[in-house]
């Protein structure tokens, strides 16, 4: 991989990471004291490597943020040359704006050429409702209708609130019974979880986050960043 990928900028538009805590769902406390701990220390377990950054500190430019992704949700062809996989939370602002503003253009200029993945990171002391609306998300995507649903979370027209999320899933055409049933079940959390472990083993340390083909950039960025460095990603691929 490109060494070379675009610098977080000065101040970036991303939500600081505050460490999880147990309330944020039905997990358990030896999990969320895991993910605690790798959020503050930025552990990398082994899954990818630092190098140092303008300001002194440390930034991930390839890890395997790329790979376990069978069963996820998928916007764009499994044999894209491009991958994304975008770390966000539903009650962080720059998330809402980028998903919102930035990501439509970027899904339209290129169309049936990246494929785009989306992984919980919600922000549990900070953003209350974001565990539970990442879990509602993670229930949509269950019946297939993930990005309907994670689109209108980012909309927030009905709120975050638990009559939100059903009224969500009314609107997008979920079987209720289902709906609440996976809601009332452990399944959603352990992924919500797994995604937060994951994230913070690769550096993740706010929202949102993303990785292009191991390539990171942070924050709610303007779209000419994000396809520079999809461009360059592109063309690194063309040439393998």
Sequence with gaps: MNQNSPEPPDTPELEPTLSAGPE?????????????????????????????????????VYSGAMSEQEGRAVHGP?????????????????????????LPEILETYEGRIRYIVRHFPLVQMH??????????????KQGSFWEYHDLLFAQAQGLA????QAYADQVGLDGDTFQSCM????????????????????????????????????????EAFKQTIDAAMEEAKGN
């Design 128 to 141: 209350p409702a974001a565990a539970k609306a990442a879990e509602a998300a993670v229930c949509a995507e």
């Design 78 to 102: 499994d044999d894209a040359l491009v991958t994304i996989v975008e770390y966000t939370d539903y009650e962080c602002s720059f998330c809402r704006r980028y998903n919102r503003m930035i």
């Design 24 to 60: 944020a769902s039905k997990g358990s406390a030896q999990v969320w004291t895991l993910v605690k701990f790798l959020v503050v220390f930025g552990v990398g377990v082994g899954l990818g490597f630092s190098v140092a950054d303008a300001r002194g500190g440390s930034r991930v």
């Design 184 to 223: 009332n079940s452990d399944d959603p959390s352990r992924i919500v979880l797994d995604d937060l472990e994951r994230g913070a083993a690769f550096g993740v340390r706010g929202t949102p986050a993303f990785f292009i083909n191991g390539r990171v950039v942070y924050g709610a960025q303007p779209a």
């Design 162 to 165: 638990p009559e939100g999320l």
